[in-house]
């Protein structure tokens, strides 16, 4: 197995200060953020839905009161992480300290990952919210139409230059540098972008805003962001990410603790994508009840954090922390009763972000462990469906997830928080044990 480069060195020091820069970033841009989503009506729309489409009792009685709460908080956590990291780019450049965190070998990856799910899931949060209007959804789609030809077009622009120039690889650090020629690749995807921005200049405004409605956004009472796009967007994002740790790193094992390397050869890179797809995913299915998944993430982050600093990776320990410590200050607010929700552009950002950071330190046999709650939410999703279609709808839990299914057991919403924090923190330090004693 390749290892990231260890350099440049941090000291704790300097780790923990940086943390704390993102912490007091994120409280301090929290009230005037928490405007912002009042004043545009950025709330949370009430679910109606099940998974499969049935009614969510369960889920309104505990829940009805929360509708309208401000949502999309996630932009104030990854926004943080990315102004920090900002932050100890203009130290260095000033030259306070030697460098900054703006390392390709620790951070580069962590942070794509980051910002591509966090625009993924800030989308899908949008069109859940304006989808709920129909009349503002109507105002909206001649918009979203400029804004899908203008962006296509200036990818196709950059892209073009990036040819010309011979600065494809360097730009989209293509992984497949020295197999696959990337002037192919990138003739045949501007060539592709030219003519998908064609066909759509060439239709009529109602035909364009009747492609868009059909496949931007789901119809019915399940709002936000289609299946296909969201899938189709996760899957290249996933791709990309794990194409950099097979094709450009060379990762082809998996760490297994008291075992030794384990070789996948070439089926490292689907099991790349699987678990940052299945982490963003589980972390979204957590994020239910006020302070459940930020209490969860600054654990695993933590957790990560020292794992990365004990392997020698400081840079990449920073950016754990950082992250830690940016999801602590939106935590402060969120806590019961929550000021506002990380909504999807939070849960997948640093969901993804976070099976990332595992398959960086070679942890990732440990993840399971480290994020086990995540893990019994999303097991408790998938044997409830599979309950209902095998056994004619019949239910193992009362609701699911399964903080649902505490909820309906009378438990409380805090209480459950709490339980599963505990919970949380006993298995990640379990799992930090384990790293550390079979590193």
């Known amino acids: ?38 004043r545009n009506k950025l709330g949370k729309q009430l679910r109606v839905e099940t998974v499969d489409g049935r009614e969510a009792t369960i ?65 899908d949060d949008y069109l859940n919210i304006v989808g709920a209007n129909e009349e503002q959804w109507n105002r909206l789609l001649p918009k979203i139409r400029t804004w899908f030809i203008a962006a296509i077009c200036s990818v196709a622009v950059g892209l073009a230059v990036a040819l010309w120039s011979g600065s494809l690889h360097a730009l989209l650090m293509v992984p497949f540098a020295g197999r696959v020629d990337s002037g192919v690749i990138g003739i045949t995807v501007l060539f592709a ?14 035909v364009v805003d009747d492609i868009l409605r059909r496949f931007v956004m789901r119809e019915g ?6 299946v296909l796009p969201k899938i189709t967007s996760l899957l290249l994002l996933s791709f990309i990410a794990a194409g950099w740790f097979y094709f450009k790193n060379g ?13 996948l050869g070439w089926w490292y890179l689907p099991f790349a994508m699987f678990v940052i797809i299945g982490t963003a995913n589980a972390v979204n299915v957590t994020d239910g009840l006020d302070g459940l998944a930020g209490g969860l993430l600054v654990i695993a982050f933590g957790s ?6 004990l392997s020698g990776l400081t840079v990449l320990a920073a950016f754990c922390a950082i992250a830690s410590a940016a999801v602590a200050a939106f935590l402060w607010h969120n806590v ?38 995540f893990v019994i939410e999303m097991l408790s999703v998938i044997i409830q469906l599979t309950s209902k279609k095998l056994r004619g709808g019949k239910k193992v839990f009362r609701a699911a997830p399964i903080h649902h299914h505490f909820e309906a057991l009378e438990w409380g919403e805090s209480k ?24």
């Open 304 to 309: 990560f954090a020292a794992l990365a600093f």
């Open 336 to 373: 019961p009763p929550a000021l506002f929700f990380m909504g999807d552009t939070g849960s997948l950002a640093l969901g993804g972000t976070l099976g990332v950071i595992a398959l960086m330190t070679n942890q990732v046999i440990l993840l399971p462990l480290i994020g086990f709650v």
């Open 193 to 206: 972008l030219l003519l998908i921005a064609l066909l759509f200049l060439g239709f009529s405004g109602a």
């Open 251 to 263: 990762y082809n094992t998996i760490d297994v603790p008291f075992h030794g390397e384990f070789v």
């Open 59 to 123: 889920f309104r009685k505990y829940h009805e009161k929360k509708f309208g709460t401000p949502t999309m908080g996630g932009i104030l956590m990854w926004g943080s992480i990315v102004l920090t990291i900002g932050f100890s780019r203009l130290l260095s450049y000033l030259g306070f300290v030697e460098n900054s965190l703006l390392q390709r070998g620790q951070v580069y990856i962590p942070l794509f990952t980051l910002i591509s799910l966090g625009v993924l899931g800030a989308i």
């Open 1 to 38: 197995m390749p290892i990231l480069p260890p350099r440049p060195d941090l000291s704790l020091l300097a780790i923990l200060g940086y943390a704390f820069v993102a912490f007091v970033i994120g409280l301090a841009l929290t009230p005037g953020f928490i405007s912002f989503l009042r």
């Open 416 to 439: 459950v928080t709490m339980r599963l924090w505990i919970i949380g923190a006993f298995c990640a330090v379990l799992g930090v044990i384990i790293g550390i004693y079979t590193r």
């Open 221 to 226: 009472k399940k709002r936000g962001l289609g």
